[in-house]
C-alpha cells in the first residue's frame, strides 16, 4: 500500500503569508495526487487534482506541484477564510489513503 | 447539481452492525467512470479512506477493515450502502459518502454522518 508524510503536521501564519504544506509518499505515483481542505463541522473540499489541477471554483491561489514522490500545496497569500486542516490523498492506486492531515492556524 | 446525504442511525452498539445509506442525485452511477466511496473521521484524528464503487460494481476496500465491510449500489433508487460488522467504540466518526468523476479523486461530498459506537 502506499503511504504519504505529510508535513508540518500544524502550521501558525498570518493573513496575506504565503504557506506550501508538503507531502511525501513511499513509492513513486506519478502526478496521482490530491489535496482536501477541511473545516470543522464541513464536508472536505477538493481543491486540487492530479498534482497541480486547480479544481472548479477553487481561488487561484491555491495551487499545487509536484510529480514522483514530493508533492507541494501552495498558498500564495493566506485569507482569513483559508484557516483549516489540509490532506493530500494518493490515487495512484487503492487502497487509499490520506496524509495525516496540517492544521492552519491564525498566528 | 451533484448532492450526496448520508443517513443512518446516530447510535450503535458494539458488535452491532452498522449500515449506512448514500442516497445521491445530479449523476448517474451507470456512467463510465463514475464511483462513490465512504471516508471517515473519528473525532480529532485524520480522514480514512474506507470503500469504493465503481460504476461497473467493482468493489474495493481498506485492508485493515476489509473483513468487516460490504459496499453495494441500488442504482435504480441512486444509493450506495456501506454495512460495517462487529462495531466497536474506536469506530465512532463522521462518516462522508463522496462522489468520483474517476475513482481518483472525490469531488463532490455528502455532509456527514457522526456515528457514535457506545453501550
Known amino acids: 500500500d502506499i503511504q504519504v508524510t505529510q508535513s508540518p503536521s500544524s502550521l501558525s501564519a498570518s493573513v496575506g503569508e504565503r504557506v506550501t504544506i508538503t507531502c511525501r509518499a513511499s513509492?513513486?505515483?506519478?502526478?496521482?495526487l490530491n489535496w482536501y481542505q477541511h473545516k470543522p463541522g464541513k464536508a472536505p473540499k477538493l481543491l486540487i487534482y492530479?498534482?497541480?489541477n486547480l479544481q472548479g471554483g477553487v481561488p487561484s491561489r491555491f495551487s499545487g506541484s509536484g510529480s514522483g514522490t514530493d508533492f507541494t500545496l501552495t498558498i500564495s497569500s493566506l485569507q482569513p477564510e483559508d484557516f483549516a486542516a489540509y490532506y493530500c490523498q494518493p490515487s495512484y492506486t487503492t487502497p487509499y489513503t490520506f496524509g495525516q492531515g496540517t492544521r492552519l492556524e491564525i498566528k | 447539481q451533484i448532492t450526496l446525504k448520508e443517513s443512518g442511525p446516530t447510535l450503535v452498539k458494539p458488535t452491532q452492525t452498522l449500515t449506512l445509506t448514500c442516497t445521491f442525485s445530479g449523476f448517474s452511477l451507470t456512467t463510465g467512470g463514475v464511483a462513490v466511496g465512504w471516508i471517515r473521521q473519528p473525532p480529532g484524528k485524520a480522514l480514512e479512506w474506507l470503500a469504493l464503487?465503481?460504476?461497473?460494481?467493482?468493489?474495493r476496500y481498506s485492508p485493515s477493515l476489509k473483513t468487516r465491510l460490504t459496499i453495494t449500489k441500488d442504482t435504480s433508487k441512486n444509493q450506495v450502502v456501506l454495512t460495517m460488522t462487529n462495531m466497536d467504540p474506536v469506530d465512532t466518526a463522521t462518516y462522508y459518502c463522496?462522489?468520483?468523476?474517476?475513482?481518483?479523486?472525490?469531488?463532490?461530498w455528502g455532509q456527514g454522518s457522526l456515528v457514535t459506537v457506545s453501550s
Open positions: 492530479a498534482a497541480s
Open positions: 513509492q513513486s505515483i506519478s502526478t496521482y
Open positions: 463522496a462522489h468520483s468523476p474517476s475513482g481518483r479523486f472525490f469531488d463532490y
Open positions: 464503487i465503481y460504476w461497473d460494481d467493482d468493489q
